[in-house]
């Protein structure tokens, strides 16, 4: 498995963006699936974007539209681009990658999103 280390998260004011990265300590190349999950306080965890290494995308109803995930496999990186923030968005953002029980996640990054 790899180690994933989150950056990017912050404090913004709805409407605004942010960018999060995640980078992983090995090859992310052979890695099918590529995450952004969420948790706010309270809540479960949910999957909010994934990519796969044919670059097929999906995502979460709440955040179509307004996030974009992307992977650079060259360096080991995985991005999500956050349009149109909303004070809903504001939660922990895991980066996850692979398929449970050879799975890594990262620690989090913090997004808060003020009205």
């Known amino acids: 498995q790899v180690q994933l280390v989150e950056s990017g998260g912050g404090l913004v004011q709805a409407g605004g963006s942010l960018r999060l990265s995640c980078a992983a300590s090995?090859?992310?190349?052979?890695?099918?699936?590529m995450d952004w999950y969420r948790q706010a306080l309270g809540k479960q965890r949910e999957l909010v974007a994934r990519?796969?290494?044919?670059?097929?995308?999906n995502y979460a109803d709440s955040v179509k539209g307004r996030f974009t995930i992307s992977r650079d496999n060259a360096k080991n990186m995985v991005y999500l681009q956050m349009n149109s923030l909303k004070p809903e968005d504001t939660a922990v953002y895991l980066c996850?990658?692979?398929?449970?029980?050879?799975?890594?996640w990262g620690q989090g990054t913090q997004v808060t999103v003020s009205s």
């Open positions: 990519i796969t290494s044919s670059a097929s995308t």
């Open positions: 090995g090859s992310i190349f052979s890695i099918n699936a």
């Open positions: 996850h990658a692979g398929v449970a029980p050879f799975d890594s």
